[in-house]
């Protein structure tokens, strides 16, 4: 089993006990986001020790600039001695890129698309649909289609031999293993064919094929046809009508992304705030160029978003990680400044309790 399929079927199973593949990935980013908590802590504390060892910093760079080479060994020392790892926040933001990419690919996917690509979601209309796609009608025999639009095949087909019939056989590479004959015009059948090698049989077997029903899906707008492919020589080939579809603009999609900027903006706001020292002893360059990164990084993402099609199930995950970020910061802060606190009070005692006592003139 793959990691997509394996994603998949943690949503399905996720999904059988919430009830709906939305509130499934808002489950699954929660089961995350708690999974990652004391790695997300571990980061937040290295941001918090790095604001307040900044000056120190600063000064051991402004006294070393003319040799970079001592510098570095100086703050290695610094930085051994006051247990600090410069890479420390780093870890958090490598391990939450994989599970984006796996759930965009799971998603993305035409098991997914098969199975709950339809599902609503509040006032999402679909979960597998993007900024802008068309929303073809599954399973009614004709494709919805835009030129340019790409073709995949399920994993398993239905293949028909002169004795018998063999459900779920493997379909090999289908990502690549449909291709389109001739010229392809929306409004006009277009013409598929599958080489028979990947089909997982043997080849005797393949030999002996009549037709294979396989499960085809326009990965541009989501729509999944149940083909019936006919063997002619070394292929099976079909001819499937279709009509011509316009791309149209998903605002539901928009105001997720809306969503999903206003949340991380909000996360960097309250991220700077937590981490800005209280003696006001920051870099201002440093203030500066950080009050710029949360400021031009979400309309960056925006960007990014609105140019490379992202599902709004994936927008989902990222919003509702916002909002436990945000939620993690401050109950972090707070546990951060509680344990300063301390210290700072069990300081003054050690001081108060080892002086010594002067006793008044009569």
Known sequence: MDF??????????????????????????????????????????????????????????DRYKSNPQVMQQKLMEFYKEHKFNPMGGCLPLLIQLPIFILLYSALMSPQFIQIA????????????????????????????????????????AKVYL????????????????????????????????????HLNLKFAQLDKIVKAEIAVTDMTNKEIENVSFTKQ???????????????SFHWDVFLLIALFAITMFAAQKIMMAANKPKNGSADPAQEAIQKSMGTFMPIMIIGTFIIIPIPAGVLLYLVTSNIIQIVQTVVVNKQIELEQNNKNVLASDSDVDGAKKIEPKE
């Open 117 to 156: 690509g339809d599902t609503s979601f509040g006032f999402l209309g679909r979960l597998d649909t993007t900024l802008r796609a068309t929303a073809g009608r599954s399973y009614d025999g004709t494709f919805g289609v835009s030129q340019g639009d790409t073709f995949t095949l399920g994993k398993t």
């Open 4 to 61: 997509t399929t394996l994603t998949i079927e943690v949503l399905k199973a996720l999904a059988s006990v919430v009830g709906n593949y939305g509130f499934a990935i808002i489950v699954l980013t929660i089961i995350v986001r708690l999974a990652m908590w004391p790695l997300n802590v571990s980061q937040q504390r290295s941001m918090k020790m790095m604001q307040d060892l900044q000056p120190k910093i600063k000064a051991i760079q």
């Open 233 to 247: 020589g070394s292929i099976l080939a079909a001819s499937v009508p279709t009509t011509a579809a316009q791309r």
């Open 162 to 197: 002169p004795d018998e019939v063999l459900e779920n056989v493997k379909v090999v590479n289908p990502a690549k293993a449909v291709e389109i004959q001739g010229e392809f015009k929306p409004g006009e059948n277009v013409d598929f064919k599958v080489d028979l090698d």
